[in-house]
């Protein structure tokens, strides 16, 4: 089967002992798999054997007793990647960093370190922080308000991608017999002063060979998609079906169209846990077990974390959903306002819309092998995403998947059987982004 021109791209969520309730408890997956560097290693190299485009590491820096089990315990997004980038040469390194509690100046030092050390495989993906919590953990009372800090994130990563044109990719000539280790005409200092941040630079380390990492973006509400549509190479999207990612990549992709940019160069990767089995009978059975093992306190507490993990357990579970408008919702902001429309459109019990939020994570790749690569196929073609992120590691019916459903991708010319680039950027097939500034006397020098 030859090449289709658009081609698939998967990623792999590597996420220790998961986030879902009973996950931690499978006997094949060690307990301490969340702070265990070779637990990332040995499935970044199963990843990479796929010919997967990068593994993903999610991120939020505050805890409650009740938060899921990684969130608990869990390496730091770039000391991890950094460790996986020298025991891998492939695959692509995104890590979640939030916006509101970093400095644009370090953040763009660590990111660039991670692309040089990886030779270009590196990627961050930029959040605001859903949860209010986190201010206390640095000295704020109140989180930044969404709206605000939607508005703050764009200008961080604005500063960011300038700190990064630092340096021009010829500035280090090394010149070693004329004695000249830096071309100073080719050092550019940012002097960003804008409503957030003031930023001078230059940034202390050049590009690496992919220009500068790629930018992913969560975040569903429409600020968050603003965002996107304005800075991201590539999207996290939380949809849960068919219908709902449609509309979500079509949204993006017109957003970014809307602001000049090419909907090609924006790619959609829904997040999907996978449920694999010999028959599409024997999946759906685990899938409903999956499901039906889910015990209603905790997914009460689960409901929770889009409020700013207010405990739901202190109402009457029979009553109509309680009003929460005294909350700030200025959390998992989407989220939240959707499930209160829910249980307001419907007259849902607290019970209810509980069982309705559980049911709504549902996996829609359940089945045999071929069921869930048509599944992707229908999804891939009919542009309800580019890619997919997949729950990986033990219990997440990644080694079937790897070893059953990517041969399949293959066959029918989705996906590629082997690397072609060396960077993240190259396996997205994304176009090198040239320096500003090189640009600029470029175009002076054409101009002339
Ligand atoms: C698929 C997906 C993955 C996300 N991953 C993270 C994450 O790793 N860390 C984080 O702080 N927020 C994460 N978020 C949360 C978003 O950044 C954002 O805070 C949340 O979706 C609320 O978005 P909204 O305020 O735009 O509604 C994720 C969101 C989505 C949809």
């Given at each position: 089967?030859?090449?289709?021109?658009?081609?698939?791209?998967?990623?792999?969520?590597?996420?220790?002992?998961?986030?879902?309730?009973?996950?931690?408890?499978?006997?094949?997956?060690?307990?301490?798999?969340?702070?265990?560097?070779?637990?990332?290693?040995?499935?970044?190299?199963?990843?990479?054997?796929?010919?997967?485009?990068?593994?993903?590491?999610?991120?939020?820096?505050?805890?409650?007793?009740?938060?899921?089990?990684?969130?608990?315990?869990?390496?730091?997004?770039?000391?991890?990647?950094?460790?996986?980038?020298?025991?891998?040469?492939?695959?692509?390194?995104?890590?979640?960093?939030?916006?509101?509690?970093?400095?644009?100046?370090?953040?763009?030092?660590?990111?660039?370190?991670?692309?040089?050390?990886?030779?270009?495989?590196?990627?961050?993906?930029?959040?605001?922080?859903?949860?209010?919590?986190?201010?206390?953990?640095?000295?704020?009372?109140?989180?930044?308000?969404?709206?605000?800090?939607?508005?703050?994130?764009?200008?961080?990563?604005?500063?960011?991608?300038?700190?990064?044109?630092?340096?021009?990719?010829?500035a280090f000539p090394r010149d070693k017999a004329a004695g000249v280790?830096?071309?100073?005409?080719?050092?550019?200092?940012?002097?960003?002063?804008?409503?957030?941040?003031?930023?001078?630079?230059?940034?202390?380390?050049?590009?690496?060979?992919?220009?500068?990492?790629?930018?992913?973006?969560?975040?569903?509400?429409?600020?968050?998609?603003?965002?996107?549509?304005?800075?991201?190479?590539?999207?996290?999207?939380?949809?849960?079906?068919?219908?709902?990612?449609?509309?979500?990549?079509?949204?993006?992709?017109?957003?970014?169209?809307?602001?000049?940019?090419?909907?090609?160069?924006?790619?959609?990767?829904?997040?999907?846990?996978?449920?694999?089995?010999?028959?599409?009978?024997?999946?759906?059975?685990?899938?409903?077990?999956?499901?039906?093992?889910?015990?209603?306190?905790?997914?009460?507490?689960?409901?929770?974390?889009?409020?700013?993990?207010?405990?739901?357990?202190?109402?009457?579970?029979?009553?109509?959903?309680?009003?929460?408008?005294?909350?700030?919702?200025?959390?998992?902001?989407?989220?939240?306002?959707?499930?209160?429309?829910?249980?307001?459109?419907?007259?849902?019990?607290?019970?209810?819309?509980?069982?309705?939020?559980?049911?709504?994570?549902?996996?829609?790749?359940?089945?045999?092998?071929?069921?869930?690569?048509?599944?992707?196929?229908?999804?891939?073609?009919?542009?309800?995403?580019?890619?997919?992120?997949?729950?990986?590691?033990?219990?997440?019916?990644?080694?079937?998947?790897?070893?059953?459903?990517?041969?399949?991708?293959?066959?029918?010319?989705?996906?590629?059987?082997?690397?072609?680039?060396?960077?993240?950027?190259?396996?997205?097939?994304?176009?090198?982004?040239?320096?500003?500034?090189?640009?600029?006397?470029?175009?002076?020098?054409?101009?002339?």
């Amino acid at each position: 089967m030859t090449k289709t021109a658009r081609q698939l791209h998967l990623g792999a969520i590597l996420a220790g002992v998961g986030t879902e309730q009973n996950h931690w408890r499978h006997p094949d997956l060690p307990g301490d798999a969340s702070v265990n560097i070779d637990w990332y290693i040995e499935h970044a190299r199963k990843a990479e054997a796929a010919k997967f485009d990068h593994i993903f590491i999610v991120d939020s820096p505050f805890i409650t007793p009740d938060t899921a089990p990684h969130f608990l315990n869990r390496l730091e997004p770039l000391t991890l990647l950094s460790a996986v980038a020298v025991s891998t040469s492939r695959i692509g390194l995104v890590g979640t960093l939030t916006t509101s509690y970093w400095e644009p100046f370090n953040v763009a030092r660590q990111f660039a370190s991670l692309d040089l050390i990886s030779r270009g495989r590196a990627a961050w993906n930029v959040v605001t922080t859903g949860l209010e919590g986190a201010a206390r953990n640095y000295g704020r009372e109140e989180h930044f308000d969404h709206a605000l800090r939607y508005r703050r994130a764009k200008e961080f990563v604005e500063v960011v991608e300038g700190l990064w044109d630092s340096y021009e990719d010829d500035a280090f000539p090394r010149d070693k017999a004329a004695g000249v280790f830096l071309d100073k005409s080719k050092q550019h200092r940012l002097d960003h002063k804008g409503e957030f941040f003031s930023v001078a630079g230059p940034l202390n380390i050049q590009r690496s060979r992919q220009g500068r990492p790629v930018i992913f973006q969560a975040g569903d509400s429409d600020d968050g998609r603003g965002l996107g549509a304005a800075i991201a190479d590539a999207t996290f999207a939380a949809a849960a079906d068919f219908d709902s990612a449609l509309a979500y990549t079509t949204d993006i992709k017109s957003r970014a169209a809307a602001l000049g940019r090419d909907p090609d160069h924006i790619l959609v990767f829904p997040g999907v846990h996978l449920v694999i089995a010999d028959s599409d009978e024997e999946a759906r059975a685990r899938e409903d077990a999956r499901i039906g093992k889910l015990d209603f306190q905790k997914s009460l507490v689960e409901l929770g974390r889009f409020f700013n993990y207010h405990d739901f357990r202190r109402y009457d579970p029979d009553a109509p959903f309680p009003d929460v408008s005294h909350l700030s919702l200025n959390s998992y902001k989407s989220s939240a306002e959707k499930v209160v429309r829910l249980a307001r459109s419907e007259n849902l019990t607290l019970r209810q819309t509980v069982e309705r939020v559980v049911a709504s994570r549902r996996s829609a790749f359940v089945g045999s092998p071929k069921t869930i690569a048509d599944e992707i196929e229908r999804w891939f073609t009919a542009g309800a995403a580019d890619g997919f992120n997949i729950r990986a590691g033990e219990a997440s019916g990644f080694d079937r998947f790897a070893a059953e459903v990517v041969p399949l991708l293959q066959e029918r010319g989705l996906f590629r059987r082997d690397y072609e680039g060396e960077t993240l950027r190259g396996h997205f097939g994304l176009p090198f982004p040239q320096n500003r500034y090189a640009s600029a006397r470029l175009a002076d020098q054409a101009a002339e």
